[in-house]
């Protein structure tokens, strides 16, 4: 198994540039989430899903759009890039009850917005 | 909704020595507790995890204690090493409802030859 997979690696966009960071688990995990983290803030949920078909917003969904078409991928698209959302992004995955299901997280996008 | 405040956020220690760091939650209704370590410009990865009807549990020279009381959980390291060093990031979640894990800020132990 690849576990999670995100790509890409590094990405540096200009302020208003749109993009879509992909995420894809080969688990058969139904809970995906996106995660930024930033220093001295931890890991801030961004958006996750349940299961194919559904979507909710976490701590700071601003600015941010996901969607789940199937069970393996969940993009999350940047709408119009500010220096604000320069981060570092995680997707992580875990078994449909995470309340006692560890996090499975993929190896991160750094994201630079100038 | 869950908040966890985790202390504190640097800890420096000697080689060989322990290293401890607390954790509190909010909400009654969490029962899982898990812990991950994120090494410098790397993923975070689970380490131990504990759930609400286990005081303690340990792997090798880590372990993890729960207070359900108290609303707090801790992790210790024994005997520290410098692969050791990392940032910890806790975690609480609940089942029923929602059951998003709520993190921790993370600490940076920091463990000196």
């Known amino acids: 198994n690849a576990g999670v997979t995100q790509t890409p690696k590094f990405q540096v966009l200009k302020t208003g540039q749109s993009m879509t960071l992909q995420c894809a688990q080969d688990m058969n995990h139904e809970y995906m989430s996106w995660y930024r983290q930033d220093p001295g803030m931890g890991l801030r949920l961004i958006h996750y899903s349940v299961g194919a078909g559904i979507t909710d917003q976490g701590e700071v969904p601003n600015g941010y759009n996901v969607s789940r078409s199937t069970t393996e991928d969940f993009p999350l698209r940047l709408l119009s890039a500010a220096p604000s959302q320069t981060s570092v992004y995680f997707c992580a995955s875990s078994t449909g009850n995470s309340y006692n299901s560890p996090l499975h997280f993929g190896n991160g996008t750094r994201l630079t917005v100038t | 909704g869950e908040n966890v405040e985790q202390h504190p956020s640097t800890l420096s220690v000697q080689e060989g020595d322990s290293a401890v760091i607390k954790c509190t939650y909010s909400d009654s209704a969490s029962n899982y507790f898990p812990w991950y370590k994120q090494e410098l410009g790397k993923r975070p990865q689970l380490i131990i995890d504990?759930?609400?009807?286990?005081g303690e549990k340990k792997d090798q020279r880590i372990a993890v204690t729960l207070n359900k009381t108290a609303k707090h959980f801790s992790l210790h390291i024994t005997e520290t090493q410098p692969e050791d060093s990392a940032v910890y990031f806790c975690?609480?979640?609940?089942?029923?409802?929602?059951?998003?894990?709520?993190f921790g800020r993370g600490t940076s132990l920091i463990v000196h030859p």
């Open positions: 504990i759930r609400s009807n286990v």
């Open positions: 975690a609480a979640s609940a089942s029923g409802g929602s059951y998003i894990p709520t």
